[in-house]
């Protein structure tokens, strides 16, 4: 796969100088071109980056939302396993970070034109600050209960404070940046990943017997769907916005089949693992309607052991949010805002401490919890079908490769099409994102197609995807059969 980004690569403004790879030091680094020579680290790095990432205890809230759907464990676990092998697909969407060596929203330029792309660009900046925002209140809930451990009742003051506490955990790593993400998250993934095995052993001793499961949608094959859905958005949907920010400072020869395998296999372990336990235990303390999980979760442990998981909770939305916050960064970059990386850092933070002061008072948390992933699906999913065809054709079918320095352009270049748009990839991109809005069923939104043609089954992530790649791919097509036509003279297909 080889791959030309230009001659001379031009920094963006505001991005910064490139990072050497020194942990512990403020990486001043935006979404400017990582010069080759600065780049660093092994396909094996991105291993403990996604493990460590997905060690989160909210992953058993997610397999016990499965389960309360009416499957049975069987059927629920085969939703988890075949969900979570969607993270290859992360895998596949991070190779072009490597080859150009720039953030995944900047590459989604070349896709959707420098002033298009602002679009999937706001988009991925709301959904990452989504989800900081909620790892931020699972981590107040297991911060509460930790010190309700140690004798100091809950009350709102104390939120408030453990709320701080989490948000200072979260945004000083990522404040640091790359390389003190890839040493924290290679430490993490062995003391917590050892802590988390010792604590699924423990709960998942609690297996009973439980009622004759009843598919909520009448039938086990909808349901499935529904199921699977919920599993898609909450794997490859909930990270392919930000795939390529992990491996833009890995050496541009860096094997693509090893991006994809440690990413995929990184993020499978503790995911199917995490979420499979949901599913045996969730439905024995209620799990998917809990309003506080993780204190539902603790019961599920030997006394002894309370401290251990609290403390294994905390740490896995620490792990889970740097990511989510060093990638908000990079969107809002994308977006267009001229500040310093290290500024996006402070605002995504402002904005995300805010969102979950008010946000701990709601009392359904799973519900609400599931709605976002159900709706967030909308536009990843159509986004994802253009990235991906776009990438696949600039990096294998014709090989023509990105621009580094175009990418960064504010105005002109192969990326301006017309008047900054191209109307192809937006086009396929909205079309898919309707497609996939006409067969959501979510707590937010239920769209009666859904209801009349498929008994209430969630099929929007394959609507999305399959319909915006399909279109972009035969757009593709047609455009080379047009000559002296495309990119190399700014025009939109």
Not at 11 to 22: F, L, M, Q, S
Not at 101 to 129: C, D, E, H, Q, Y
Not at 133 to 142: K, P, Q, R, W, Y
Not at 237 to 247: E, G, H, K, P, V
């Amino acid at each position: 796969m080889d791959l030309h980004v230009g001659s001379e690569i031009t920094p963006d403004p505001v991005g910064g100088v490139a990072t050497d790879g020194k942990a512990f030091e403020v990486e001043r680094q935006g979404i400017d071109i990582s010069p080759e020579t600065a780049r660093y680290g092994r396909s094996y790095d991105l291993f403990p980056i996604w493990f460590a990432g997905n060690i989160t205890i909210l992953g058993i809230p997610i397999g016990a939302v499965l389960v309360s759907f009416g499957l049975t464990i069987p059927e629920a676990l085969a939703a988890d396993f075949i969900g979570c092998l969607s993270f290859f697909i992360v895998g596949l969407a991070s190779i072009p970070g490597a080859r150009v060596g720039t953030a995944t929203l900047t590459l989604s330029r070349a896709a959707f034109g420098l002033r298009g792309n602002k679009a999937p660009s706001f988009l991925s900046w709301i959904t990452l600050v989504g989800w900081e925002t909620i790892s931020l209140i699972v981590g107040t809930f297991a911060l509460e209960a930790l010190l309700a451990k140690a004798g100091v009742a809950s009350n709102p003051a104390i939120a408030v404070v453990c709320l701080l506490l989490m948000a200072v955990g979260t945004f000083s790593i990522t404040l640091l940046g790359h390389a003190t993400i890839v040493l924290v998250q290679r430490y993490a993934m062995i003391v917590f990943g050892i802590v988390s095995a010792v604590i699924v052993v423990f709960m998942i001793t609690h297996i009973k017997a439980t009622v004759t499961p009843k598919p909520i949608t009448g039938s086990v094959s909808t349901t499935w769907l529904l199921a699977l859905s919920v599993m898609f958005a909450s794997t490859v949907f909930a990270w392919i916005n930000y795939a390529a920010d992990y491996t833009r400072h890995l050496p541009s020869r860096t094997s693509a089949a090893g991006m994809v395998w440690w990413t995929g296999i990184g993020a499978i372990i503790p995911g199917s693992i995490l979420i499979g336990t949901g599913v045996l235990v969730g439905a024995q303390v209620g799990l998917a309607s809990a309003a506080n999980p993780i204190a539902a979760m603790s019961s599920l442990v030997p006394t002894w052991m309370a401290v251990p998981f609290l403390l294994t909770a905390i740490a896995g939305q620490l792990t889970s949010n740097f990511l989510n916050s060093y990638s908000s960064g990079l969107s809002l970059l994308a977006l267009g805002i001229r500040v310093p990386r290290t500024r996006t850092i402070l605002i995504d933070g402002t904005i995300s401490v805010l969102v979950a002061l008010y946000a701990i008072l709601i009392t359904d948390f799973s519900s609400t919890f599931t709605s976002f992933l159900s709706l967030e699906v909308v536009w990843i999913a159509s986004w994802s079908g253009v990235y991906m065809v776009d990438a696949w054709d600039r990096l294998k079918l014709r090989r023509r490769g990105y621009s580094g320095e175009d990418l960064l352009r504010i105005r002109g270049g192969q990326y301006w099409y017309r008047n900054g748009i191209n109307w192809a990839g937006v086009s396929c991109w909205l079309i898919g994102s309707v497609g996939a809005f006409l067969f959501t069923n979510s707590a937010l939104w239920a769209s009666p197609l859904t209801k009349a043609w498929l008994g209430g089954a969630d099929i929007s992530v394959f609507v999305g995807i399959l319909v915006a790649g399909g279109l972009y791919l035969l757009v593709l097509r047609y455009m080379r059969q047009l000559p002296a036509t495309g990119e190399a003279q700014g025009v939109a297909p």
